[in-house]
């Protein structure tokens, strides 16, 4: 089942385009890995899904639920209701945590349960303690952000993102503001939630990584989509010549 599909989208900030005619679907379950050199427009495409930028036309379902369509060439969005149903399914981690400074870990982890989703207190507090523990920070739920390394406090990221129960969970770049000995911390969290089949769509430039854990690989460059593939057809036998000579800056 699709539980995320993009069809012809493209977005203008004003006259610049930076994403064209952009269609993928993603099934339940797939793990998406998106690479592509900087300004390709991986972050905006991701905005998008999040509803942190508006697309200039083509069509956005996620779970079956319709985020954005195109009507007479303009975008026509979902009610507010469908709007905030779509962004509780839809869980985002980004390359600089953005945690809440002046909340502890448990309170940033049950923050969007209780006041977005509506979970009664307790059972968001007993969500969270279970995430905590299963990503390593049972012990760190009353320590603030600053208390805690970058690795630390992008697991709290990625348990606040879990906390929603979505259907599908965006990473952008969510190792790149680490330490190369932190990267891995992270890594293995993305690799525990893929073991238990988590969708999830992962910008990075960890590409031994994507080649590792993803079931499919999206190569971008300026706003669109070059090539995609499964990582071995992707890095091992790419056909464009643009794939080609991104991953040359990558071969050792
Ligand atoms: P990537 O994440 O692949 O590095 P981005 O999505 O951040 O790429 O950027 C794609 C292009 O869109 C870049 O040319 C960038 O300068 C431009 N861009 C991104 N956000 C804005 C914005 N708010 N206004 C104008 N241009 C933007
Ligand atoms: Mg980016």
Same mark, same amino acid.
């Given at each position: 089942m699709s539980i995320l599909s993009v069809k012809n989208l493209e977005k203008k900030f004003g006259d610049l385009t930076v994403l064209k005619d952009i269609s993928f679907d993603i099934n339940d379950g797939e793990i998406i890995s998106i690479i592509g050199s900087s300004g390709s427009g991986k972050s905006t495409l991701l905005r998008c899904m999040n509803q942190l930028e508006t697309i200039t036309s083509g069509t956005i379902t996620i779970d079956g639920k319709t985020l954005v369509e195109t009507k007479n060439g303009a975008p026509v969005y979902a009610g507010k209701d469908i709007l905030k149903e779509i962004l509780m399914e839809t869980g985002f981690v980004f390359q600089n945590f953005n945690l809440f400074p002046h909340y502890s870990v448990l309170r940033n982890v049950m923050e969007a349960p209780v006041c977005v989703a509506g979970v009664p207190k307790k059972q968001a507090e007993e969500k969270a303690r279970e995430l905590l523990k299963k990503l390593g920070l049972e012990k760190k739920a009353d320590a603030y952000p600053c208390e805690l390394s970058g690795g630390q406090q992008q697991r709290v990221a990625i348990v606040r993102a879990l906390a929603m129960s979505p259907s599908i969970l965006f990473f952008d770049e %969510?190792?790149?503001? $680490?330490d190369p000995e932190l990267t891995g911390e992270i890594l293995s969290v993305i690799r525990l939630l893929a073991e238990d089949h988590m969708t999830m769509v992962i910008v990075t430039h960890e590409m031994q990584f994507a080649q590792a854990v993803s079931d499919r690989v999206i190569f971008m460059a300026d706003g669109v989509i070059v090539e995609e593939g499964t990582p071995d057809e992707l890095f $091992?036998? %790419?056909?464009k010549e643009r794939t080609k000579q991104f991953l040359s800056h990558y071969a050792d």
């Open positions: %969510p190792t790149s503001a $680490l $091992l036998h %790419p056909q």
